[in-house]
């Protein structure tokens, strides 16, 4: 109320610092009016009657009870309605006109690039006119009356039809004085002025009135909203909040945009090389302080001709209340914990920004040099690796869901694009398949028995660089290019006679699947693969597999009695993890020999921490774990947890032959082993035996099951015999015996048994 207004005004009224930050709103505010003008989004005499009715203009918003106050951009690129309304009172509170006249502004700027696309579609239907597609036509208005019947304006009558596109433009009209008649000037001719005027575009191409008026957009309910939110966290935990994805991301960004730079700049892509250290310093320098530099001044250039990517959210009023006044506690020195935090993760996230943009700032001056306008050098920056702002009809849903879906899809996308048309990126990517080739030679040369125990998936997405001491370096392949190094490997590995050349277009399948699916694909467990992201840690743990295929807890031995879950740990779980196990299941009625109610693995402890708290929780996780072992003498160091270590250098996981031969074992019945795979079957279960993680008996008896299960096979194989997994009887397989002619001795060896 007015008298709640002057009290407010009285109190600031010689404050000095106060009156500033007004006057910065009030700029703000009338600014926006003239952008709102310059952009044809209202008439200039509009704007006029706003600064002569209101000496100090801010827009108002009331509080709802039921829900918390956004601004509205229109639906997909339509943008029908007034950019203020008029104040015609209420009985509810206003809001914060402070963060009013900040989300007017956002929400401003957002319409006015929506209208771009409209006013570039309007000049499209001119230039191409085709009746069957689309037509155009102004808007109708009504007359608006008073309480009393007096007529107080005209207001458009909207058409509101799905296929309909609203686009405001500035058309030359004459000029009309007060009594509505034409004003002529000097020279006899009609004064002309600038006026806001609406065309509604009808679109009758279903396919096209879909794509501008976003109308198969998912209205997602309050679960999938839930799930966007926890997701969207656990992601920003893992890339722009996660130190090491710094190293990762550069590798990998670096490399990508080697390959999809335009073949226009193909002899320049030794620069981006020499240039991107420069960029990142310069874009580092924009996000952090604002210093100017050529690089920093050519990022802002970039940024504002679109050539950034990520994501723009309109904030609600309370999220804006919050973030204003942690901004106002950080100034007076009031920073909370959460607050520094806050800013920690918010200096990790200009880092990453740095490193995210500086190859494609690189590439938006190669551009510019090469003769191409600020927007095609920027439409080339944005699609040099992944444009995110990209998405498909259900791309918001499927994120909600499946952590980077939108970003797996559009770097596959990319891919294909620049393969199918760029000879250079060919030839570059035939240069990594031979390199898996000469990679593959090399390491198995340095430590062939080390080299194998390294997983799959990280020979299938890395280059690794294997030493004589079983150690290696990785580096980071980018996204999809992976395949063409891994189809190398396997080529190799034929070579080798590891993989026989039947089974080489399976496993290519596989791999290409599982680069190019955006929910990846587990061929063992079709759980795994549909599981959405927040189910998928629960998953893993029931079926005791990371998402790479690695075992979270060690393999349980066959031929043990079965212990608690919260006994079976590798030696470098984090050791909170260790007593928070074992005292769940030691307090619900367990001991060291006997399940709880309550029983679980460490590691199953840990793996849930690490999924929820993203790659800085697992950061943490590893550095805490580190030091536990460096100050404990008699414990060694995980060198596969040494935070950035770990990221380019590693050595075989602890227990790593005992998971592979009980892995295999188990598989020794169903599928056929190379001669090489054999025999390092047998070298593994050697090795776990000196180093007491089997007994003599248990050696024994996995060396002869699994011998037996594969001279079964190699019989069933011979006489190309089906249905294997039938043949584990003696009576089946002596009547398969009998069936294909098999001689008496023939049979005799097929029942070689185990009993």
Do not use: C
């Not at 990453?352 to 700032?361: I, K, T």
């Not at 690189?362 to 927007?375: F, L, R, W």
């Not at 008496?744 to 060896?749: A, M, V």
């Amino acid at each position: 109320n007015d008298t709640e207004a002057y009290t407010i005004i009285n109190r600031y009224a010689n404050n000095q610092a106060m009156q500033d930050i007004a006057n910065d709103v009030y700029k703000m505010n009338r600014d926006r009016l003239k952008y709102i003008h310059s952009e044809g989004l209202e008439s200039e005499d509009f704007i006029m009657m706003l600064d002569a009715n209101y000496d100090n203009y801010v827009p108002l918003r009331r509080e709802f009870a039921d829900k918390e106050s956004f601004f509205k951009t229109g639906k997909g690129f339509d943008i029908r309605g007034r950019e203020t309304m008029r104040a015609v009172g209420s009985d509810r509170k206003v809001e914060s006109p402070l963060m009013h006249s900040i989300l007017a502004y956002e929400e401003t700027i957002v319409r006015s690039e929506k209208n771009q696309v409209g006013k570039a579609f309007l000049e499209f239907t001119k230039e191409f006119p085709d009746e069957s597609l689309y037509s155009v036509a102004g808007v109708t208005h009504m007359p608006q009356y008073d309480k009393n019947g007096a007529v107080v304006g005209m207001s458009p009558n909207y058409k509101k039809d799905d296929n309909v596109l609203h686009v405001k433009v500035l058309e030359e009209v004459n000029k009309k004085g007060a009594d509505g008649k034409v004003i002529i000037g000097a020279d006899g001719k009609a004064i002309k002025e600038l006026k806001s005027k609406i065309k509604e575009i009808a679109i009758h191409d279903p396919a096209l009135a879909t794509a501008f008026k976003n109308l198969n957009s998912q209205q997602m309910n309050s679960l999938l909203l839930a799930s966007q939110k926890a997701v969207r966290v656990i992601a920003g935990l893992s890339t722009s909040y996660n130190p090491e994805f710094v190293v990762t991301n550069f590798t990998r960004d670096i490399q990508t945009a080697m390959i999809n730079m335009p073949d226009g700049m193909k002899a320049n892509r030794a620069t981006i090389i020499k240039d991107v250290p420069f960029a990142m310093k310069g874009i580092y320098s924009s996000l952090r302080d604002g210093s100017k530099n050529e690089w920093s001044t050519l990022f802002e250039e970039m940024r504002k001709e679109g050539g950034t990517t990520g994501w723009h959210d309109l904030h609600g009023v309370l999220d804006m209340k919050k973030s204003t006044q942690a901004t106002i506690d950080k100034y007076d020195g009031k920073v909370a914990p959460v607050q520094a935090f806050k800013e920690v993760l918010n200096y990790i996230n200009d880092v990453n920004g740095a490193v995210e943009n500086a190859s494609r700032l690189v590439a938006y001056k190669m551009a510019k040099d090469s003769g191409k306008t600020n927007k095609q050098a920027a439409s080339i920056a944005k699609n040099l690796t992944v444009n995110f702002n990209r998405k498909g009809e259900m791309g918001a849903g499927l994120n909600a869901l499946y952590m980077f879906y939108n970003a797996s899809i559009q770097g596959s996308a990319r891919m294909v694009q620049q393969l199918v048309k760029s000879r250079t990126s060919q030839a570059l990517v035939a240069g990594i398949a031979t390199s898996g080739v000469v990679l593959d030679m090399w390491n198995r040369s340095q430590n062939a028995e080390a080299y194998a125990l390294i997983d799959d998936y990280i020979k299938d997405t890395n280059y690794i660089f294997m030493y004589k001491d079983g150690t290696y370096n990785t580096l980071k392949l980018p996204y999809g290019y992976n395949v063409f190094k891994a189809t190398g490997d396997l080529a190799s590995k034929m070579y080798h006679g590891e993989m026989e050349a039947s089974k080489i277009p399976k496993r290519i399948l596989s791999m290409t699947v599982n680069a190019f699916s955006p929910i990846g694909v587990d061929a063992e467990s079709i759980t795994h693969t549909v599981a959405p992201t927040l189910a998928k840690p629960f998953v893993e743990i029931a079926e005791n597999k990371n998402f790479f295929g690695g075992n979270i807890a060690p393999a349980k031995n066959p031929f043990e009695p079965e212990k608690p879950d919260s006994q079976n740990y590798f030696k470098s779980v984090n050791p909170l993890a260790k007593v928070t196990a074992q005292k769940m299941n030691e307090l619900t009625g367990g001991n060291l020999y006997e399940k709880g109610a309550i029983d679980v693995s460490p590691e199953s402890i840990e793996h849930l921490v690490e999924f929820a708290t993203g790659g800085l929780g697992k950061l943490v996780l590893r550095t805490g774990t580190v030091v536990d072992q460096a100050l404990d003498k008699e414990k060694e160091v995980d060198m596969n947890k040494v935070p950035f270590l770990r990221g380019v250098y590693g050595v075989p996981r602890e227990k790593v032959e005992t998971n592979i031969i009980y892995k295999m074992y188990k598989e020794s019945g169903a599928n056929t082993f190379s001669e090489l795979e054999r025999n390092r079957y047998m070298k593994w279960t050697a090795a776990a035996l000196e180093k007491k993680d089997i007994t003599s008996d248990q050696a024994k008896k996995l060396k002869k099951v699994f011998n037996d299960n594969q001279r079964r096979l190699d019989f069933a194989n011979k006489y190309n015999l089906q249905n294997k997994e039938e043949y584990q009887s003696s009576e089946t397989l002596q009547d398969a015996g009998r069936s294909e002619g098999l001689t008496k001795q023939q049979r005799k060896e097929l029942l070689k048994e185990d009993k």
